[in-house]
């Protein structure tokens, strides 16, 4: 079961989810252009949602593994470097959580901000830790192969249950209208969100679930535009070099289970699902706001019972 304690579908501006301290707040109204007014909406064109204008609600967490070049050893010393230089990441957007290391590899468990694309993410962590190491007086060179993971409390399979059962979940009192609903969930079993991107630097697991909610929670019963939505997240996720593994279409909200681009940022990949889904069905449809969460093969509780044994 999805730990329901992760969505929460009002959104806060540049705040984690689910986290101590982030209360969130209702977005207030729809975005313009598309009004309840009774049963009729005013549709007006849509303006670009930006990473500027929308508010962000986020559970993300990525795991770097790195190892030292052929021959050479990690230092006794690396977790507590590593520690050291934990506030030199944080202006980066990530916030060191976790580490363990082993004389042939060192893992780091960050959260990180949806602005940080994993390319980045790797950049940022290998740099900083071998310039704190040199300073330390114990130089290491690490292997131009890393390992990036997004992780979160639920796993692949947890996340694609959920999204199957969206339709039957919802309990609609119309039996015709949930056989109709049915058409709107995709599941892509080509797309393999267990495999890596592999690419120059390393293997990338790197998996996000998106959540947009219709603005004012305004129910969408048009097949045609139920369907224009649907197509138009392939569209974008192709645009985007995303692979979608799992989508669910509902009346007022959309789940997508996506292998990202690696170099590609959460915010920029929901930024732009929203406009490109916007687009398709002409109004400003969404709320201002999104929510976007890591998942894997694992659970932070594999990492946790890891990095307890260090």
């Known amino acids: 079961m999805l730990h329901s304690n992760r969505i929460d579908l009002r959104f806060q501006r540049d705040k984690p989810a689910g986290e101590p301290g982030t209360s969130a707040k209702e977005t207030g109204g729809a975005p313009g252009g598309f009004i309840p007014t009774g049963r009729k909406i005013l549709v007006g064109r849509p303006s670009r949602y930006t990473s500027r204008n929308v508010g962000r609600a986020y559970s993300l967490r990525y795991d770097w593994t790195g190892w030292p070049t052929e021959g050479a050893a990690l230092p006794s010393s690396i977790t507590a470097v590593a520690k050291s230089v934990a506030s030199a990441w944080e202006p980066d957007g990530l916030h060191l959580l976790e580490s363990h290391a082993l004389p042939g590899q060192i893992q780091l468990l960050f959260s990180a901000t949806p602005d940080v694309s994993p390319v980045f993410f790797c950049q940022r962590i290998k740099g900083r830790l071998q310039h704190a190491l040199r300073q330390a007086g114990v130089p290491v060179v690490f292997s131009r192969k890393v390992s990036f993971r997004s992780l979160g409390e639920n796993?692949?399979?947890?996340?694609?249950?959920?999204?199957?059962?969206?339709?039957?979940?919802?309990?609609?009192?119309?039996?015709?209208?949930?056989?109709?609903?049915?058409?709107?969930?995709?599941?892509?079993?080509?797309?393999?969100?267990?495999?890596?991107?592999?690419?120059?630097?390393?293997?990338?697991?790197?998996?996000?679930?998106?959540?947009?909610?219709?603005?004012?929670?305004?129910?969408?019963?048009?097949?045609?535009?139920?369907?224009?939505?649907?197509?138009?997240?392939?569209?974008?996720?192709?645009?985007?070099?995303?692979?979608?593994?799992?989508?669910?279409?509902?009346?007022?909200?959309?789940?997508?289970?996506?292998?990202?681009?690696?170099?590609?940022?959460?915010?920029?990949?929901?930024?732009?699902?929203?406009?490109?889904?916007?687009?398709?069905?002409?109004?400003?449809v969404w709320q201002d706001g999104y929510y976007v969460g890591t998942f894997s093969e694992y659970a932070l509780d594999v990492i946790r019972r890891i990095t307890g044994r260090s």
Request: with cysteine.
């Open 155 to 284: 796993t692949t399979p947890d996340v694609d249950g959920y999204l199957r059962k969206q339709v039957r979940k919802e309990g609609f009192a119309d039996y015709r209208f949930e056989g109709i609903m049915t058409q709107f969930t995709v599941v892509c079993p080509e797309v393999s969100l267990a495999e890596p991107s592999e690419t120059a630097s390393g293997r990338y697991w790197y998996n996000l679930h998106l959540v947009l909610v219709v603005a004012n929670r305004f129910r969408l019963t048009k097949p045609a535009v139920l369907g224009s939505l649907r197509d138009a997240a392939f569209r974008v996720a192709g645009e985007m070099g995303c692979r979608i593994g799992a989508l669910a279409v509902m009346p007022d909200h959309v789940h997508v289970a996506v292998r990202g681009d690696v170099s590609r940022s959460p915010d920029e990949i929901a930024v732009a699902f929203q406009n490109g889904m916007a687009r398709a069905v002409g109004c400003q």
